[in-house]
């Protein structure tokens, strides 16, 4: 039924990703499927931010970024489910459903720290997730 499964973790709060891990593991082996761990890092946005910071200064970021997802992967999903680190830059929930477009993924995981389905929720990265998504999202409460 699912064959690539999204899964987007903010590597500074990984422990609200725990039961979204075990869960995304356990449906790549139900149905076989890959899974891409995503996490996003916010862009400069606008030239005037851009211009405090060296030229080299995302590439560098980004490349830490990398490193730290892909021991994070090491860590934490075993050997016999495939998965591939995605690493990008800018707005969250836009850059979530612009690499599942891109995959073609068939399912989104994603963490949330929201407590309840109230004012914090709908304001949250998972809630527009869910929103604009055009294939199932399982949203995960840390």
């Given at each position: 039924m699912f064959k690539k499964i999204l899964m987007p973790i903010d590597l500074?709060?990984?422990h609200l990703a725990v039961k979204a891990v075990?869960?995304?593991?356990?449906?790549?082996?139900?149905?076989?499927?890959e899974v891409y761990v995503m996490t996003v890092m916010p862009?400069?946005?606008?030239?005037?931010?851009?211009?405090?910071?060296?030229?080299?200064a995302m590439k560098k970021a980004l490349k830490e970024i990398g490193a730290e997802l892909k021991r994070y992967i090491a860590a934490n999903f075993p050997k016999d489910v495939t998965v591939h680190p995605?690493?990008?830059e800018g707005?969250?929930?836009?850059r979530i459903l612009a690499q599942a477009k891109t995959i073609g993924a068939d399912l989104i995981i994603i963490p949330s720290h929201a407590q309840s389905l109230g004012?914090?929720?709908?304001g949250s990265c998972a809630a527009?997730?869910?929103?604009?998504?055009?294939c199932s999202v399982m949203?995960?409460?840390g």
């Open positions: 500074q709060e990984t075990k869960i995304a593991i356990d449906e790549a082996r139900k149905h076989g499927a862009g400069f946005g606008m030239p005037m931010v851009a211009s405090f910071f060296p030229d080299n995605v690493i990008t707005s969250p929930a836009e004012q914090v929720f709908l527009k997730v869910v929103e604009h998504a055009t949203v995960i409460k």
